[in-house]
């Protein structure tokens, strides 16, 4: 069973609100990855980290989108300014490393209103 | 391009039967292939994973079969029961990034 804490379970917010999720990765894993899942049921991979360093991160996530995991802190993941398409559940995984499993957990479900 | 797609998109069995559900990929440096299976209202969970170096995977009543060839692999559950109801999830990674690449889902509904 999956370790990976996140918080809040459930956001609403208004067009143009910050919307702000936590999570903290399953002790031990270095490796943090936060994707998005539509109603639809497609994934996104939006921005991964190993420890505090960002590895690889879509261009989506780099406008509106900002992310961090800081040591000794939860990771999170806001979007600054929502809009109603990013209605959506964010689940964030960890992991050992680039070729282990992935571990999520239980997401974030938003509503941009 | 879609670098992952399953088939079929929903796919009902009666219990006992043998649910085989499909995933092929584009890209040839994927090599990693987790099924995940998720639930209404919760997150992905790993069922079961395979790299290239095997053609075959087995964990109780579910195997994955892979060919790499074809870049096709399979996922069969054997003896089906109603609790294996969800949405199984196929996905492929490189191992360097790790990032994850999903298909968009097979609805398996098991009748009792």
């Known amino acids: 069973n999956s370790k990976v804490i996140q918080t809040p379970r459930y956001l609403v917010k208004g067009q143009g609100q910050k919307a702000k999720m936590r999570c903290i990765p399953e002790k031990g894993h270095p490796v943090v990855f936060w994707y998005q899942q539509n109603k639809n049921n497609e994934f996104k991979f939006l921005i991964n980290?190993?420890?505090?360093?960002?590895?690889?991160q879509i261009d989506m996530t780099e406008k509106r989108f900002s992310a961090e995991c800081p040591s000794n802190s939860p990771c999170s993941l806001e979007i600054q300014s929502s809009e109603a398409g990013d209605s959506a559940l964010y689940l964030c995984a960890s992991s050992l490393g680039g070729q282990d499993t992935q571990y999520f957990g239980p997401g974030t479900r938003l509503l941009v209103l | 391009q879609q670098q992952v797609r399953q088939s079929p998109q929903s796919l009902t069995v009666w219990e006992g039967e043998t649910a085989i559900l499909n995933c092929s990929y584009e890209?040839?440096?994927?090599?990693?292939f987790p099924w995940y299976w998720q639930f209404p209202r919760e997150s992905p969970a790993l069922l079961i994973a395979?790299?290239?170096?095997?053609n075959k995977k087995e964990d109780g009543r579910f195997t994955i079969f892979f060919n790499k060839r074809e870049k096709k692999l399979s996922l069969h559950i054997t003896d089906s029961q109603p609790g294996d109801s969800a949405t199984y999830f196929c996905?492929?990674?490189?191992?360097?990034?790790?990032?994850?690449?999903f298909g968009d889902g097979t609805v398996l509904t098991v009748k009792p």
């Open positions: 890209d040839s440096t994927f090599d990693y």
């Open positions: 996905a492929a990674s490189v191992t360097n990034t790790g990032k994850l690449t």
């Open positions: 395979i790299r290239p170096v095997s």
């Open positions: 980290f190993q420890n505090q360093e960002v590895l690889q």
